[in-house]
């Protein structure tokens, strides 16, 4: 079961615009693979993505609005 969280992170990028990691509450995460995306960018966007951090592996829900990021859900993997 997944913890919905709707909680503000920082998102990093490649050079070529790819999520690549993001901070949230002082920890990094490092993107593995990104399982799923959806929306348009006028509505904003959802990735599902399969991260690793100091916990170990786990799947979060990211949306985007623009330039501003949220983790919406994270789940255990």
Do not use: C
């Amino acid at each position: 079961m997944g913890h919905l969280l709707n909680e503000p992170i920082q998102a990093e990028h490649d050079p070529a615009g790819r999520l690549t990691a993001y901070e949230w509450r002082g920890s990094r995460y490092a993107v593995d693979e990104v399982l799923k995306t959806y929306g348009s960018s006028r509505e904003g966007q959802v990735y599902r993505v399969r991260v690793t951090g100091a916990e170990g592996v786990a799947v979060a829900e990211l949306g985007r609005d623009r330039d501003r990021w949220r983790l919406r859900l994270l789940f255990s993997a």
